[in-house]
C-alpha cells in the first residue's frame, strides 16, 4: 500500500520572493542583467504529485500559470493546493525562478510509479515507458513514499535506467521527508538530486537493508526554503535555468552534468537552524590523512545550499575536457565543468594555475548507475577525485594529504576517496599560489563509464602586503627581495612560480601605496 507524506508551502511576499536573494538571483541579476537571466524558456518539465482530495493538478485559473500547456497524464483533475504551491515554485510566472517554463507533464504518483510511467513490480516485460512524452528534461518529485522494500528497489532501479538510457539525459529532483522518517521513494536512488530543506529538518538516514548501496548520503543538495516540497521545486527550477543557459540540444547536455554543476556551486553552509553547525564532511583535519575525506557531502546538508549565481557562472565556463596524462591536462578557468568517458584504469587531468591566494575552491564528481534491462542487477564505477601539487623545482605532482598540504591549503578536502556514493568532492580553503592537477582516477574494471566534473574557485588574490600593516611600501619591497629567488611556498612568491623574481617585484610595485 502507497503511503505518502506532503507538505504544504508557504506564500511569498510582495515582489520578488525573499528566497531568490537567498540563493543568490539578484547577485546574479546585477552581474548580467534581470532581461540575461536564465528563466528555463521553453524547457519541457514533468511534474509528479500526490493524490489531493482525488486531484493532482495545479490549478490553472491563477495568473501564476497563464500562457502555461499543463498536460494531465493520468486522466482529469480539479486543482490541489499542494500541487498548486508546487507549481509555483517550479514553473510559476510570479515565483518560480524559470518562469519560462511553459510545457507540463504532470501524473499522479501511483500512476506514475505504475501503469503510467515506471511498470515498478511489472518485471522486465514492461520497461518505463519514458519515450512518447516529449522531450521532458528536468522532473520534480515532491512526494515521499514505499511500495514495500522489494518493489521500492524494482522502482528505484528504474528511475535510475530511465535517467542513464533515456535519450534525453532528464534531470530528476525528489525530496527527501519532512522531519527524521526517511521513505526509500525516490530519494534512494543514485541518478537523482535528492533535495533537503534550508534548516536541515529532513531524513537524512542512508538506504537500509534491502535498498541497494546502504551507508550512501541521503541528501545532495538543500533549497533556500523550510519544507522539502517547495525546497525540491526551487532546485528542480535552478536545473531548468541551466538547462536553457547550456544553449545545448537536450540530448547533448547530460543529467550528470547539470546535477554536478548544482552541488559544486553550492553555498557550502550548515543549517539554518540558529545550532551554528558548520559545513562539513568529516575530512581529516591533522595527521597522516589530513585532507582525506570518505565521505564527500555534509550528512545533513548535501552539498549545501543552491546557489544559482555560481551555477551559472560554472555552466558559462564550458566545456573543458580533462588530459589524459599531467602532460596533457589543459590550464582551467576558476568555473567550468567537464563530461568525460572513462575506462577502466583511465585517469583525467586539469592544470590548476593558482597565480594568487584562493580562498575557497570546490570541486564536484559525479556518475550514474548502470542498471541491467532486466532490473535484476546494476553496475557502479569506482572514481577517486583528488587535488595534487605541481613541484615547482621538479615539476612532478605531489600529494596535500598529510604534512605536506599543511603550508598549502588551511582546511578542507583534497582527496576523496567514497566507497559507496557516486560522488566524490573537494572543498577546500586557503589555497597557497602555486600550480596544481585535478585528479580523477578510475580504481574499478566493470566497463565503460560516463563522469561529470564542474568547479569554481574564488579569483586568485595577489597579496603584497608581506607585513601586513595595511600598506605596500618599503618593508614589503625589502622583504620580498630578502627571498630573491628559490622560495617555494613563501609569502614573497606572490605569484607561486616557487621562486621569487622579477614577475613578484612587478606585483608588488603595481600595488604600490602612494
Known amino acids: 500500500m502507497m503511503v505518502l507524506a506532503t507538505s504544504l508551502l508557504a506564500a511569498a511576499v ?15 541579476a546585477e552581474r548580467i542583467g534581470v532581461d540575461d537571466v536564465p528563466t528555463g524558456e521553453d524547457v519541457m518539465v514533468g511534474q509528479v504529485e500526490a493524490e489531493q482530495n482525488g486531484n493532482y493538478m495545479p490549478d490553472e485559473s491563477l495568473s501564476d500559470f497563464s ?12 486543482p490541489s493546493s499542494h500541487a498548486t504551491n508546487v507549481a509555483r515554485k517550479f514553473y510559476g510566472n510570479e515565483e518560480s525562478l524559470a518562469p519560462g517554463v511553459w510545457l507540463v507533464n504532470c501524473w499522479e504518483v501511483n500512476d506514475w510509479l505504475q501503469n503510467g510511467f515506471l511498470h515498478a513490480g511489472q518485471g522486465s516485460a514492461n520497461p518505463p515507458e519514458y519515450t512518447g512524452f516529449g522531450n521532458i528534461k528536468v522532473w520534480n518529485h515532491s512526494w515521499v513514499g514505499s511500495l514495500g522494500q522489494s518493489t521500492d528497489r524494482d522502482a528505484l532501479r528504474r528511475i535510475d ?55 550512501r548520503h541521503a541528501c545532495d543538495i538543500v533549497g533556500p526554503q523550510f519544507t522539502t516540497s517547495e525546497a525540491c521545486a526551487v532546485v528542480a527550477a535552478s536545473a531548468a535555468m541551466l538547462v536553457e543557459q547550456s544553449g545545448l540540444d537536450i540530448e547533448d547536455l547530460p543529467a550528470e552534468v547539470v546535477k554536478a554543476i548544482m552541488m559544486a556551486a553550492a553555498d557550502h553552509r550548515g543549517p539554518a537552524d540558529g545550532s551554528g553547525t558548520p559545513w562539513g564532511n568529516n575530512a581529516d ?49 576558476t568555473a567550468g565543468w567537464a563530461f568525460e568517458d572513462m575506462a577502466p584504469g583511465d585517469d583525467r587531468y586539469w592544470l590548476v594555475e593558482a597565480t594568487g591566494h584562493i580562498d575557497t575552491m570546490s570541486v564536484l564528481l559525479t556518475w550514474n548507475r548502470t542498471v541491467a534491462d532486466s532490473f535484476t542487477s546494476f553496475t557502479l564505477a569506482d572514481l577517486d577525485l583528488e587535488l595534487l601539487r605541481i613541484d615547482p623545482d621538479s615539476g612532478i605532482p605531489m600529494s596535500l594529504v598529510g604534512d605536506p598540504g599543511i603550508p598549502v591549503f588551511s582546511e578542507g578536502t583534497v582527496r576523496s576517496v567514497a566507497v559507496d556514493d557516486n560522488v566524490e568532492h573537494l572543498y577546500l580553503k586557503g589555497l597557497a599560489p602555486g600550480r596544481y592537477l585535478l585528479q580523477i582516477t578510475r580504481t574499478d574494471d566493470d566497463g565503460q563509464a560516463e563522469a561529470a566534473i564542474a568547479w569554481h574557485m574564488d579569483d586568485p588574490v595577489v597579496d603584497p602586503d608581506l607585513s601586513h600593516d595595511g600598506v605596500v ?5 625589502l622583504g620580498l627581495l630578502t627571498h630573491w629567488g628559490p622560495c617555494d611556498l613563501c609569502r614573497a612568491d606572490l605569484e607561486g612560480s616557487g621562486v621569487v623574481d622579477l614577475q613578484d617585484l612587478i606585483l608588488l610595485l603595481n600595488t604600490w601605496t602612494p
Open 161 to 215: 535506467w530511465v535517467i542513464e538510457k533515456d535519450e534525453n539525459q532528464p534531470v530528476v529532483c525528489v525530496g527527501l521527508n519532512n522531519g527524521s522518517t526517511p521513505q526509500p521513494l525516490l530519494s534512494w536512488s543514485y541518478n537523482t538530486i535528492a533535495v533537503g530543506r534550508l534548516d536541515g529538518d529532513h531524513a537524512i538516514d542512508a538506504p537500509s537493508g534491502g535498498i541497494d548501496g546502504m551507508h
Open 14 to 28: 510582495g515582489g520578488f520572493p525573499s528566497y531568490f536573494s537567498w540563493c543568490d538571483w539578484d547577485v546574479l
Open 67 to 78: 500562457k502555461k500547456f499543463i498536460l494531465e497524464r493520468s486522466g482529469s483533475s480539479g
Open 285 to 333: 583535519s591533522s595527521g597522516a590523512r589530513r585532507g582525506r575525506a570518505s565521505e564527500p557531502l555534509d550528512p545533513v546538508m548535501g552539498a549545501g545550499q543552491i546557489n544559482v549565481n555560481r551555477a551559472h557562472l560554472v555552466m558559462g565556463g564550458g566545456d573543458q575536457p580533462g588530459g589524459a596524462d599531467p602532460a596533457t591536462a589543459p590550464a582551467v578557468t
Open 473 to 477: 611600501d618599503v618593508p614589503d619591497l
